[in-house]
Nanobody, 124 residues
Framework: QVQLVESGGGLVQAGGSLRLSCTASAGTLNNYAMGWFRQAPGKEREFVAAIDLSGTATIYADSVKGRFTISRDNARNTVWLQMNSLKPGDTAVYYC?????????????????WGQGTQVTVSS
């Protein structure tokens, strides 16, 4: 069974940067659109960013647009989320997810496989 594995989370000061990675413990991400979501304590999971199968089409939540960048390298079977200008409001557990179609979507219900998440904490 494929397992998605996130890494790269940690503690950073406001204004700092982190880069999250998502790989598959087995199998491939290459035939899937990928998404990043996050969930803060006491809040519902929310969409962050998504990328299509080819890596050419991306979508972002308004709250992160211009600060976060999603990218992928299919040869390395990896998807990244580069997070710049981090704010305390970005503190959450970040999850990657995949869906077996070309394009990503903001709707988490349309993703079939999820990772365990990586904690991002931004201090003020």
């Amino acid at each position: 069974q494929v397992q998605l594995v996130e890494s790269g989370g940690g503690l950073v000061q406001a204004g700092g940067s982190l880069r999250l990675s998502c790989t598959a413990s087995a199998g491939t991400l290459n035939n899937y659109a990928m998404g990043w979501f996050r969930q803060a304590p006491g809040k519902e999971r929310e969409f962050v960013a998504a990328i299509d199968l080819s890596g050419t089409a991306t979508i972002y939540a308004d709250s992160v647009k211009g600060r976060f960048t999603i990218s992928r390298d299919n040869a390395r079977n990896t998807v990244w989320l580069q997070m710049n200008s981090l704010k305390p409001g970005d503190t959450a557990v970040y999850y990657c997810a995949r869906r077996n179609v070309w394009f990503g979507t903001r709707n988490g219900m349309e993703y079939t496989d999820w990772g365990q998440g990586t904690q991002v904490t931004v201090s003020s």
